[in-house]
């Protein structure tokens, strides 16, 4: 069974970091595409970064780039976002999702971790 | 950057009818989803490349379009597709979602 936590969201004061992580089972993690996607509270879905198989390629969001990296590690079967400079307006849900059965597309997410961005 | 926009951003259907969902692009694209979101959990695939079913969902979910015009159709509606509704860009990064359409109970 495919199955993908995340973890590491909590309260975090503007301009701080925080780093989420997530565990991948059930599948050969080093084979698909990964990507966060974020939804800040009462709002819709916002992509906000991918990663190829080999973490080679990495693409993101402006809003973000420069900000926040995304990482992966094969050997563990873990996916990372490490967020720098928060601001209020990131403040969201964070899902981890795997890539789907088409470009792009995602077939798999986590439950999602809450990301606070307050003073 | 393709901004998608959907329409409308609520629909009022009763159970057992059909709800017609419209997903518009700023641009043509040919890889095109529609998510559901239930209240409370992530998204869920149900179509991609417009018209294909992802595994695992029911038939009465189809999608149509192209270019830049996009439909996403549920017959006889269910309690359970009572939901939000996100159509999807993956042709150009980055990556688009439209707003999304609520599906409300009628």
């Known amino acids: 069974e495919v199955q993908l936590v995340e973890s590491g969201g909590g309260l975090v004061q503007p301009g701080g970091p925080l780093r989420l992580s997530c565990a991948a089972s059930?599948?050969?993690?080093?084979?698909?595409?990964m990507s966060w996607v974020r939804q800040a509270p009462g709002k819709g879905l916002e992509w906000v970064a991918s990663?190829?198989?080999?973490?080679?390629?990495?693409y993101y969001v402006d809003s973000v780039k420069g900000r926040f990296t995304i990482s992966r590690d094969n050997t563990k079967n873990s996916l990372s976002l490490q967020m720098n400079s928060l601001r209020a307006e990131d403040t969201a849900v964070y899902y981890c999702a795997r890539a789907g059965p088409a470009p792009g597309t995602r077939d798999y997410w986590g439950q999602g971790t809450l990301v606070t961005v307050s003073s | 950057e393709i901004v998608m926009t959907q329409s409308p951003a609520t629909l009022s259907v009763s159970p057992g009818e059909k709800a017609t969902l419209s997903c518009r692009a700023s641009?043509?694209?040919?890889?095109l989803a529609w998510y559901q979101q239930r209240p409370g959990q992530p998204p869920r695939l149900l179509i991609y490349?417009?018209?294909t079913r992802a595994t695992g969902i029911p038939a009465r979910f189809s999608g149509s379009g192209s270019g830049t015009e996009f439909t996403l159709s549920i017959s006889s509606l269910q309690s359970e597709d009572f939901a939000v509704y996100y159509c999807h860009q993956s042709n150009n990064w980055p990556y688009t979602f439209g707003q999304g359409t609520k599906l409300e109970i009628k």
């Open positions: 490349g417009a018209s």
């Open positions: 990663i190829k198989e080999d973490g080679r390629d990495k």
């Open positions: 059930g599948f050969i993690f080093a084979n698909y595409w």
């Open positions: 641009q043509s694209v040919t890889n």
